[in-house]
C-alpha cells in the first residue's frame, strides 16, 4: 500500500537523521568543540545542521540518556561536566566488562573464539589494524584520530565475544570515558608519549588466548589512564 510505504519510510528517515545529528554531537564534545557546561537548545542545533526540531531534539534525549548532555527543562541542553571521580567509576566499571570477557574465553563458555577458525583469525586481523593505527595516532598525540580508532577497536574486539548486549554497553562505556577524559586532556598543548598505545600487544595475547597477559595489560592501561586524569584534575 503506497500510503504505508510513504510512512514507514518517512519513520525509517527521521530514525537515521537523529542517530546521524547524535553521532555529529558526539563527536563535536570529543573534538572538544562543545565545552563543558556549554548550554544550546533545539533550535539552535536545528538552525545549525539545517533541519527539523523534531530529530533533533530526540537527539539530544539519546545523548541525555547516555550521560553526555544534561537536560534543564527551561533553558535546554548542555554539555555533562565530568569528574575524576566519575572517570574511576567509568574505569571500575570497564574493567569488570572486560574481565568477563576474557573469563568466558577460559571457563569453556566461548569455545566458538577460537583464534585459528578463519573467521576469528580474519576479525582479529582486521582489530589488529585498528589497534597499530591507533597506536601510531597515540604516539604522534592525536587524540581525534586515536579516539575514532580506539572505539572502533574495541567494539570490533569486543564483538568476537558474540554478546552484542555486552558490545553495546562496552562501548557506550567507553564512549564516556573518552568525553570525560578528553575534558582533561585538551588542556594539553602536546599529548605525545601521554596516551597509551598497547593496543596490538592486547589482541596478541587475546590471540594466544593469554588472558593473565591480557589482564594484565588492560590493568596497566587503566592504572596509566586514571593516573593522567586525576593529575590534570588536580592541576
Known sequence: MPGSGSSGNGAVTRSTLRQQIAEALRDEVLAGRLQP???????????????????????????????????DQHRG????????????????ARSLVTDGMFHALTDGHLRHVRPDHPRIAAALAGVRRRGEEARRAATAGDLTVLIGYDLRYW?????????????????????????????????????????????????????????????????????????????????
Not at 548550554?39 to 545542521?49: G, H, N, P, R, S
Not at 523534531?54 to 544534561?70: I, M, N
Open 37 to 71: 557546561g556549554q548550554e544550546f537548545t533545539v533550535k539552535e542545533i536545528a538552525e545549525q545542521y539545517g533541519v527539523s526540531a523534531t530529530p533533533v531534539r530526540e537527539a539530544l534525549v539519546d545523548l541525555s540518556a547516555q550521560g553526555l548532555l544534561d537536560a
Open 77 to 92: 541542553f548542555r554539555v555533562h561536566e565530568y569528574s575524576a571521580d566519575d572517570f574511576r567509576g567509568m574505569i571500575q
Open 155 to 235: 567494539r570490533e574486539l569486543a564483538a568476537l565475544f558474540g554478546n552484542p548486549y555486552l558490545s553495546d554497553f562496552l562501548h557506550r562505556l567507553r564512549v564516556q570515558t573518552w568525553v570525560c577524559a578528553v575534558q582533561h586532556l585538551r588542556r594539553l598543548t602536546d599529548l605525545r608519549g601521554q596516551l597509551w598505545s598497547g593496543h596490538t600487544d592486547l589482541v596478541d595475547a587475546l590471540a594466544r588466548r593469554d588472558t593473565d597477559s591480557a589482564r594484565w595489560i588492560v590493568e596497566s592501561y587503566n592504572a596509566h589512564s586514571l593516573a593522567l586524569i586525576e593529575r590534570l584534575a588536580d592541576g
